[in-house]
Structures are given as C-alpha cells and as structure tokens.
T-cell receptor, first 111, second 111 residues
Framework: DAKTTQPNSMESNEEEPVHLPCNHSTISGTDYIHWYRQLPSQGPEYVIHGLTSNVNNRMASLAIAEDRKSSTLILHRATLRDAAVYYCILRDGTSGSRLTFGEGTQLTVNP | DTEVTQTPKHLVMGMTNKKSLKCEQHMGHRAMYWYKQKAKKPPELMFVYSYEKLSINESVPSRFSPECPNSSLLNLHLHALQPEDSALYLC??????????FGQGTRLTVV
C-alpha cells in the first residue's frame, strides 16, 4: 500500500479555518484519498474522499494537488467538537477492500 | 440506518475462555472489516470480508477466528487470548472502495 505522511499534531482556534496536510508521493493512479477522524472513545468517522478533483461536503473540503502527491483537508470553521485524530488514507479503487490507517494528526482546538 | 452495531461494548475474559464479538450492519454493504486498536495508536486492520468470503487476513494469530455467516453479520471468535490482546476491537462495513462506517467498538480485557 502507498504510504501517507501527516504531521503528528496541529492546533487551531475555535471558529478559524484549519488546513490539515497529507503527503502521499507514491500514490498510484487508482488510489482514492480518504480522510477519517476519530474522536476520543469513539470509532473512526468518515469525513471525505476524492480522486483528482477538489471535493466539498457538509463536514469539510478536500483540496488535491494537481500531481496528486499531496492533499489538504480543510475545516472551514473549527469547533471544539472537531478536536480529534485525523487520518489520511489511500484506498485502492480497484480492489477496494483494504483501508489501512497511518499515525494521523491530532488536532487540538482552543476555545 | 447508517449504523454498525457491535456487541458487547465491554468484555473481560480469562486466558482459557472462549468468547465471541458480534458486528451487525443493515446498509447492504458487502465488505466488512475487523480492526484492533491499542491506546493512542491507529486502528490496525485484521481481517476483511468481501461478499461473505475472507479476502484479507493480515497475518493474525489463529486464536482470532473470524466468521461472516451472512451479508449483515460479522463475528470474531476469541480463544486462548493473551493479556497483550487487550484492546479496542472495531468493526466496519462499506461498499467496495467506498466510505466505511465504523462501530463504537468492543473494549476487550484479557486477564
């Protein structure tokens, strides 16, 4: 599986935008970029995914570099509820079955 | 219904016991997963079932035995576990390649 690299931790202030980076220089053409987050004492939660184009949903936006070797998850207005570990994962769109977590980024949101 | 339900929520078992973890989903997903998560670590993939057949076993010891009796149910049978197997066990389901939905997990303690 192609590997992703994320910062161990990031901090943000409440109601400010947050940009969470992810590097995936060995991404293959069939890999989708998925983001999940895990709040304390809960199972992971799907956030967003994309292949080549930028994606928006009610939770976040995903900006994908033109060469697809990096991506950024954007939380437009952080709330205290967004404090979590955020995982960037490459998922093969052909076999589609493996979903492998890396170390993730611990996001702290300050009031 | 977008829930993955795991039972029990907590389990304490002795090293000579046999127990089972249960996972259920009614979203029509044909891929189901078992993960193991230790404290402050990312979830580790254990098994993947695709269309009720085991498609991935991540070299998991045989004291963990998965079973997928039908498309909605996934079991993990536990036998002769070690204290180091104490962890949060997470179940997930998805359409092939799509977003995965996770349960809240079973917190297992082996004594």
């Amino acid at each position: 599986d192609a590997k992703t690299t994320q910062p161990n931790s990031m901090e943000s202030n409440e109601e400010e935008p947050v940009h969470l980076p992810c590097n995936h220089s060995t991404i293959s053409g069939t890999d989708y970029i998925h983001w999940y987050r895990q709040l304390p004492s809960q199972g992971p939660e799907y956030v967003i995914h994309g292949l080549t184009s930028n994606v928006n949903n009610r939770m976040a936006s995903l900006a994908i570099a033109e060469d697809r070797k990096s991506s950024t998850l954007i939380l437009h207005r952080a709330t205290l509820r967004d404090a979590a570990v955020y995982y960037c994962i490459l998922r093969d769109g052909t076999s589609g079955s493996r979903l492998t977590f890396g170390e993730g980024t611990q996001l702290t949101v300050n009031p | 219904d977008t829930e993955v339900t795991q039972t029990p929520k907590h389990l304490v078992m002795g090293m000579t016991n046999k127990k089972s973890l249960k996972c259920e989903q009614h979203m029509g997903h044909r891929a189901m997963y078992w993960y193991k998560q230790k404290a402050k670590k990312p979830p580790e993939l254990m098994f993947v079932y695709s269309y009720e057949k085991l498609s991935i076993n991540e070299s998991v010891p045989s004291r963990f035995s998965p079973e997928c009796p039908n498309s909605s149910l996934l079991n993990l049978h536990l036998h002769a576990l070690q204290p180091e197997d104490s962890a949060l066990y997470l179940c997930a389901s998805s359409w092939t390649g799509g977003e995965a939905f996770f349960g809240q997990g079973t917190r297992l303690t082996v004594v």
